[in-house]
């Protein structure tokens, strides 16, 4: 299994957004040291990589959350969390059942229905 984690630097949330995914990793039984982390460093390599904004989190390269209508550009990312509300890091339980999804070999990865 690949996780992956795409950031910006003009972002504050990435680091803690590493912590949160190293944190379900291991909950899940996953060595959290094998969390890919790559940096997006111009408008250049966000348009290629389709980069929704920081952070981006990648489960076999699905993103855990589809992110709709947003263009790619070098900008923070906003999550819609299970409540309801919006936030700058995703939402925990949208990380386990990505890594769920993806350790059963499922196609969906965001765990909603």
């Known amino acids: 299994m690949r996780v992956e984690l795409l950031w910006w630097r003009g972002c504050p949330s990435w680091e803690r957004a590493i912590e949160i995914v190293r944190e379900q990793?291991?909950?899940a039984g996953l060595d959290p040291e094998t969390l890919v982390v790559r940096e997006i460093v111009d408008e250049q390599e966000s348009r290629r990589e389709g980069f929704p904004g920081s952070p981006t989190i990648l489960v076999n390269g699905s993103d855990i959350q589809e992110p709709g209508q947003h263009p790619s550009g070098l900008t923070c990312r906003v999550y819609r969390l299970r409540d309801g509300r919006v936030s700058a890091l995703p939402d925990p339980a949208?990380?386990?059942a990505a890594l769920a999804a993806a350790r059963e070999g499922?196609?969906?990865?965001d765990g909603r229905s």
Request: no cysteine.
């Open 25 to 27: 990793m291991a909950v």
């Open 94 to 96: 949208d990380i386990a």
């Open 106 to 109: 499922s196609d969906e990865v």
